[in-house]
């Protein structure tokens, strides 16, 4: 019951904590004198096996070594193998992407160009200056641990070797302007096919051309040439779009006038088969009755051509002296406003014989 017993305020607490240990040691003694050995021993098993468990993470290999020899790759998650020194792993990072730098090097922000790897030669036996970063990832962890001494240092080198065959391949010209892109694709290519005859377990992502500029001397004098050739294409792109848009424009006004001209030849066709027809209308009349076809032909023609001048109309057995007697005139005893035209013709011819 004195454990339960409240503390005396005026005991040392460093006293207490001995009396406890003390207390300790003789309850272990007592009890586990006899085995402790054992226990000891047993304690120690436990731990040594336990140090066998691990964790692979995400994005992560394990590789595992059986008395140092290869024995299985093991996927994330909780893993166990037997403690060191029958089994080892190692823990091989396979999701981050890595970079590798040819031609310079960048610290803090800023970059500096390392001549011994940037200046290679083209083709056309020029000199350019060439920085490539490469970005790759580890594929296989088992050949990049034990298949190649150093896979970094060799893509590094790997990397170096493809850019200058490549660049060696083609012109000065090609090289700056427009064969950058296949450039890089070459590059990646080759690049990828030494790492896996060299058994790196390495895997090219991106191989990206930074600065492709002749040597520092020449240099103004090629940028200004190839300003030159920007411009020339710049210009043919611009005659071809100009092209593209007044060819259909011309090619749719040709249409145009092609149907225009169609469809004025069919109007005259069309009116050339009506006169036709009318003429002949006209002949099967005029054959049945010539004179009578002659006499309103005249006529419809004088009316056609003159149709506002003041006509007058003769009898061709009246004497020449008869007057003449303009229609438009009527007498005074005739009322033209109310009186229709025959019965005005009839007064006409009655004042003509009145006057006789």
């Known amino acids: 019951m004195d454990q339960f017993r409240p503390r005396d305020p005026g005991s040392n607490p460093v006293h207490e904590l001995r009396r406890g240990?003390?207390?300790?040691?003789?309850?272990?003694?007592?009890?586990?004198?006899?085995?402790?050995?054992?226990?000891?021993?047993?304690?120690?098993?436990?731990?040594?096996?336990?140090?066998?468990?691990?964790?692979?993470?995400?994005?992560?290999?394990?590789?595992?070594?059986?008395?140092?020899?290869?024995?299985e790759t093991t996927d994330p998650g909780p893993r166990y193998r037997l403690p060191w020194p029958v089994m080892s792993k190692t823990i091989v990072?396979?999701?981050?992407?890595?970079?590798?730098?040819?031609?310079?090097?960048?610290?803090?922000?800023?970059?500096?160009?390392?001549?011994?790897?940037?200046?290679?030669?083209?083709?056309?036996?020029?000199?350019?200056?060439?920085?490539?970063?490469v970005q790759y990832m580890v594929h296989d962890p088992v050949n990049f641990l034990f298949a190649n001494d150093g896979p970094e240092q060799t893509l590094?080198?790997?990397?170096?070797?493809?850019?200058?065959?490549?660049?060696?391949?083609?012109n000065v010209d090609y090289t700056m302007t427009s064969g950058k892109m296949d450039i890089q694709k070459k590059v990646e290519q080759n690049l990828q096919t030494l790492l896996d005859s060299y058994k790196t377990g390495?895997?090219?992502?991106?191989?990206?051309?930074?600065?492709?500029?002749?040597?520092?001397?020449v240099q103004q004098a090629f940028h200004d040439v190839v300003r030159?050739?920007?411009?020339?294409?710049?210009?043919?792109?611009?005659?071809?779009?100009?092209?593209e848009?007044?060819?259909?424009?011309?090619?749719?006004?040709?249409?145009?006038?092609?149907?225009?001209?169609?469809?004025?030849?069919?109007?005259?066709?069309?009116?050339?088969?009506?006169?036709?027809?009318?003429?002949l209308s006209v002949l099967e009349e005029y054959l049945k009755a010539p004179a009578v076809t002659r006499e309103r032909l005249y006529l419809e023609t004088a009316e056609k051509f003159m149709p506002s001048a003041k006509k007058i109309i003769m009898d061709k057995s009246a004497s020449p002296m008869l007057p003449i007697v303009p229609?438009?005139?009527t007498s005074p005893n005739v009322d033209s406003a109310n009186t229709p035209?025959?019965?005005?013709?009839?007064?006409?011819?009655?004042?003509?014989g009145d006057r006789q």
């Open 93 to 133: 990072d396979t999701s981050s992407v890595r970079r590798a730098e040819i031609g310079f090097r960048s610290d803090r922000g800023r970059s500096k160009s390392v001549p011994g790897e940037s200046l290679m030669l083209t083709g056309d036996e020029n000199i350019v200056d060439v920085q490539m970063f």
């Open 341 to 352: 035209a025959p019965a005005r013709a009839e007064a006409v011819q009655e004042n003509r």
């Open 327 to 329: 229609l438009n005139v």
């Open 21 to 71: 240990m003390e207390s300790a040691q003789d309850f272990f003694f007592r009890y586990f004198r006899h085995k402790g050995s054992w226990l000891l021993i047993v304690l120690l098993l436990l731990l040594y096996l336990a140090s066998g468990f691990y964790i692979v993470g995400p994005g992560e290999k394990g590789v595992v070594l059986l008395f140092g020899r290869y024995y």
């Open 228 to 243: 030159a050739l920007e411009d020339r294409e710049r210009l043919i792109k611009e005659a071809e779009g100009y092209m």
């Open 156 to 170: 590094r080198a790997s990397a170096e070797v493809a850019l200058r065959g490549i660049v060696g391949e083609n």
């Open 202 to 217: 390495l895997l090219v992502t991106q191989a990206s051309l930074l600065v492709v500029d002749p040597p520092a001397q």
């Open 245 to 279: 848009d007044v060819v259909p424009k011309a090619k749719g006004q040709a249409q145009q006038a092609v149907l225009e001209a169609e469809a004025y030849k069919a109007q005259r066709v069309i009116r050339a088969q009506g006169d036709t027809q009318r003429f």
